[in-house]
């Protein structure tokens, strides 16, 4: 059972457009919920989260929007540029982490063209 | 480095052997995190240590994967006889503790490739 689906798999954007990924979480004791950025031979990095208290959270030109009632959550890159050609996943985790982890989604792989 | 250490980066082996991977947190981080990165299966969640203690290793693969950590610090995941299907990145994760607001830093992996 695939607790965290996100969509698209994949994106292609202008350079200076807006990129948009989303996800969607079937766990309700799910309370955190960060975005991870992913580099070809690197590990993932943390870009931004969000608890579901708060309906957005904005860092720069991320922005993640929240619904709770809908179960679903979403990145928003503005002014994309070529830079944040990367792959993205959405998580998901009770308290954290802590013995359950993260829970990921499969992954976006975005290109932004320039 | 500040980041989390992984070694080694690439790993080759035949099939049946065994293989030992090494995770150094970020010093001062009690928690620590496995995580299995194949094509197929995305980012898959191993294991959890708070201190030296794994409580549920429900999420290891088979009974061919163990992993330990000693001293608060260094953990390493052991892979015995290995299979086809082990092929894949080993990412290590350590937070500064468990909990909303601890974020997870992620080393860059061990990449293995079972021949």
């Known amino acids: 059972q695939q607790q965290v689906k996100q969509s698209p798999q994949s994106l292609i954007v202008q350079k200076g457009g807006i990129s948009i990924i989303n996800c969607a979480y079937e766990?309700?004791?799910?309370?955190?919920f960060p975005w991870y950025q992913q580099f070809p031979g690197k590990g993932p990095a943390l870009l931004i989260a969000?608890?579901?208290?708060?309906s957005e959270k904005k860092e720069g030109r991320f922005t993640i929007s929240f619904n709770k009632s809908a179960k679903q959550f979403s990145l928003h890159i503005m002014d994309s540029q070529p830079g944040d050609s990367a792959t993205y996943f959405c998580?998901?985790?009770?308290?954290?982490?802590?013995?359950?982890?993260?829970?990921f989604g499969k992954g976006t792989h975005l290109i932004i063209q320039p | 480095g500040a980041g989390v250490s992984q070694s080694p980066s690439n790993k080759v082996t035949e099939k049946g052997k065994d293989v030992e991977l090494r995770c150094d947190p970020i010093s001062g981080h009690t928690a620590l995190y496995w995580y299995r990165q194949s094509l197929g299966q995305g980012l898959e969640f191993l294991i959890y240590f708070q201190g030296n203690s794994a409580p549920d290793k429900s999420g290891l693969p088979s009974d061919r994967f163990s992993a330990e950590r000693t001293g608060g610090s260094v953990s390493t995941l052991t892979i015995q006889r290995t299979q086809q299907e082990d092929s894949a990145v080993y990412l290590c994760a350590s937070s500064l503790g468990h909990g909303i607001g601890q974020p997870q830093h992620f080393g860059d992996g061990t990449r293995l490739s079972i021949l």
């Open positions: 998580a998901a985790s009770n308290a954290g982490g802590g013995a359950d982890g993260l829970t």
């Open positions: 766990n309700t004791a799910f309370d955190y």
């Open positions: 969000i608890r579901p208290d708060v």
